[in-house]
């Protein structure tokens, strides 16, 4: 690595070197002389001359990604596909910056080589900085400063972990009309409004932002979730117009002059930027440096700090939140050739997929990767030269390249990392790692939120304090039924990216006597947990949902919609308004809209049952407002076919509609309400149930034993089958249109 350069010192002026008022005629001459002179036009030049620079940070100190992250930087991580660092790179690139300073804490060795061999040195000036010493980003800054590299004002510090599309030069422009206002403001902080509840916000923090309503800058910055409250001070409440907000999401994005890295060396109890150097100086009102925000608008930007954000934002990429960052736009990686076609699904060249296999939307399939028979994949990513055996389930997942997955499986919610193998049988479950090379043997089923891995306590470690060593220099356990080679569970215990609540007490290390912190505002709640998009149902036990007060709610108040004939607006918004406070997904809100409306349906007889079914969902607008509106995928639509299963497997209801659930599902599929993807992601569903009894590996309920029933009916089958030529119709008409194309 090259030596950085030097920082350039100005050369005082002392014209003569003299006492005053020796040799006057010389000095006079020389002030004559010196409109002549240009000392002062070099530094207007070099400053119009001056490069953008950007400090990328490649380490975030956390343990989220672990056990991944001992064997490979977190910045190197795939993300749709792409290493996460690409995307931050190319954000730069894109917004004029021309110096790239990489400081690389953990496997310093493997982002230098990475960089060494991209493509990005012949489109920017990239140097990787690395120091085993550094345990934190204020040790980051701080020796970055003692390098005296960083020039240009203001520069750009940013997470490598952050994916943007924002037009970052109108955000340095307001930050240099700020500086002018304000000689004290020496960042700018890129903020986002999102809910409280969306994926990309981390569960580990409960962000509080308090902004002056006038100038946005930033007086309060708390987001210890620890904490159930936030205390104001009193003087601060003096005078001003605040605003305080749970909303905002910090995309790690920060416009910076250059006293910034000097706040950091002046102050060695500087370890976090966030938590430390940010929630200090904006409530040091006497003393501190001031801090503004800049929301974006219609922009996108955010930072991958666990798992659960990992998802989210795979998702904003590929459906196209990000643009111009998605899969077929050939920015990030010039060997891709990535095709979109409908529902956001993008394959490579040398994808093969069986004309039985069901990819429903949001699924990224790269190069060389091979789908079996009957198989479903969905909200997914696969990387390269992947084989997915016969009757395997995907969703919600992410499949790294040269995984082998064989025959009936089920991965939901899960990383699948480079190398691993899963076994034909195995299920693997929400919050799961498998990773690099990892094997999991036939049948296993793992519990939520295992993480397996093959590093061994052997992994060369930087000794910090910062980096908790009793994760890994514990004695690790075999899996079951695995051999030591196969890999070992690495244990769940101390996530932080795992379900968190806000501490209920209030009292921890806050004083309660201190008459300058003695307004103090209640944080909500936290989210509970990562959400699944699709309601934990248990549908291959064929259990019905449980019900809730959010689900009995929903139920009585479609009802009596219907019932009433009351217009289908308020409802939805009422509906929608429920979804957010009790923090549930579409489809959860479509399986209990359904509910209510076959409430409507007489458990007389089948004909009339089947005609009111039809007239609900064909002719009565409320009913058929609701259910399409809300339904926003083939995954929302099954949850509509489920309610109509739970509904005639009542046991008031099977014996006299259990022959007939074909006619129910055709009412639905008939008018657009759900479809062929819908239809046969549930019959392949139970075709997976039937084969799990079948194998031995599940012990049938009654429920179970009825939904068989059911299904092999032959009214079912001929329905199914229309269903499956239907899709087939549609697939070749796609190809054909890829063709002409």
């Avoid at 000097?262 to 409530?283: G, P």
């Avoid at 793992?446 to 060369?460: F, G, H, P, S």
């Avoid at 007490?505 to 806050?510: I, K, L, Q, W, Y």
């Avoid at 007889?605 to 509106?629: F, G, H, I």
């Amino acid at each position: 690595m090259s030596a950085p350069p030097k920082k350039e010192k100005q050369q005082q002026n002392n014209p003569a070197g003299k006492k005053g008022g020796q040799n006057q005629p010389k000095q006079q001459q020389q002030q004559q002389q010196k409109p002549k002179q240009t000392k002062a036009q070099p530094s207007e030049d070099v400053k119009r001359e001056q490069k953008l620079q950007a400090i990328i940070l490649a380490d975030s100190f956390s343990k989220t990604f672990r056990p991944v992250t001992l064997e490979c930087p977190k910045v190197l991580l795939p993300l749709a596909n792409v290493p996460m660092l690409d995307y931050t790179i190319e954000f730069l690139s894109q917004n004029g910056v021309e110096e790239i300073f990489i400081f690389c804490v953990w496997h310093a060795d493997q982002v230098e080589e990475y960089i060494r061999n991209s493509r990005w040195n012949d489109i920017v000036t990239i140097q990787c900085i690395s120091s085993s010493s550094c345990s934190s980003a204020g040790d980051a800054l701080r020796e970055i400063d003692g390098m005296n590299v960083i020039r240009s004002d203001p520069f750009i510090l940013i997470s490598g972990d952050v994916v943007a599309n924002i037009n970052l030069q109108k955000a340095i422009a307001y930050h240099k009309k700020k500086r002018q206002e304000d000689s004290s403001n020496i960042m700018t902080l890129t903020l986002r409004k999102v809910q409280k509840t969306t994926g990309t916000k981390p569960l580990s923090e409960d962000l509080v932002i308090g902004m002056n309503k006038k100038t946005s800058q930033i007086v309060l910055f708390d987001d210890n979730i620890s904490k159930s409250k936030v205390q104001i001070p009193i003087p601060l409440l003096k005078g001003n117009e605040l605003s305080f907000t749970t909303e905002y999401l910090d995309c790690n994005v920060d416009i910076c002059s250059p006293e910034l890295i000097l706040q950091f060396s002046d102050n060695f109890d500087y370890r976090d930027i966030r938590r430390d150097f940010i929630h200090n100086e904006v409530t040091n009102f006497a003393l501190g440096k001031h801090i503004y925000g800049y929301v974006l608008e219609n922009e996108y930007a955010a930072r991958v700090q666990d798992p659960r954000s990992y998802h989210a934002i795979s998702r904003d990429i590929v459906t196209r939140w990000v643009y111009p960052l998605v899969p077929d736009v050939q920015l990030l990686q010039s060997d891709t050739t990535y095709v979109q076609s409908k529902r956001h699904v993008y394959k490579e060249q040398g994808v093969k997929v069986s004309r039985s296999a069901n990819i429903i939307e949001e699924v990224v399939i790269g190069r060389s990767s091979v789908i079996g028979d009957e198989s479903t994949v969905t909200r997914s990513t696969i990387g390269r030269n992947v084989r997915v055996g016969n009757h395997v389930t995907i969703r919600e997942s992410h499949i790294w390249n040269n995984v082998t997955i064989e025959d009936n499986v089920f991965i939901s919610e899960a990383i699948i990392c480079d190398g691993a193998v899963i076994k034909s049988g195995a299920v693997i479950p929400r919050g799961s790692i498998i990773s690099f090379g990892v094997v999991v043997e036939a049948g296993t089923q793992l519990k939520d939120y295992t993480r397996m891995t093959k590093a061994k306590e052997e992994v060369n470690l930087i000794a910090s304090p910062a980096l908790d060593r009793s994760l890994w220099t514990r004695a690790p356990e075999p899996v079951e039924d695995g051999s030591e080679d196969d890999g070992y569970d690495y244990g769940d215990e101390d996530d932080d990216w795992k379900p968190q609540t806000a501490a209920t007490d209030a009292s921890g290390d806050e004083d309660e006597d201190d008459s300058d912190h003695d307004s103090p505002i209640d944080r909500k709640q936290a989210t509970k947990g990562p959400r699944s998009p699709v309601p934990q149902r248990g549908s291959a036990r064929g259990q019905t949902p449980q019900v809730d007060k959010f689900h009995e709610h929903v139920v009585d108040l479609v009802s009596a919609a219907i019932s009433e004939n009351q217009p289908a607006t308020a409802t939805l918004m009422e509906i929608k308004g429920l979804k957010f406070s009790h923090n549930k997904s579409f489809a959860e809100c479509v399986r209990s809209t359904m509910a209510g409306a076959l409430t409507q349906v007489p458990s007389t007889s089948v004909k009339e049952a089947v005609l009111k079914l039809k007239s609900l969902v064909a002719e009565d607008e409320t009913a058929n407002t609701l259910l399409s509106s809300l339904s926003q995928s083939p995954q929302d639509e099954l949850e509509m076919i489920t309610a109509v299963e739970d509904f005639v497997l009542q046991s008031n209801n099977y014996s006299l509609f259990g022959t007939s659930l074909a006619f129910f599902i055709r009412s639905l599929y008939d008018e657009d309400l759900v479809s062929e993807d819908a239809v046969l992601l549930w019959s392949s569903n139970v075709q997976k149930l039937a084969a799990a009894i079948e194998n031995g590996s599940l012990v049938p309920s009654e429920v179970d034993k009825q939904r068989l029933v059911m299904f092999e009916h032959p009214l079912m089958k001929q329905f199914l089958e229309s269903v499956e030529e239907d899709s087939e119709e549609e697939d070749d008409e796609d190809d054909e249109d890829e063709e002409d194309d």
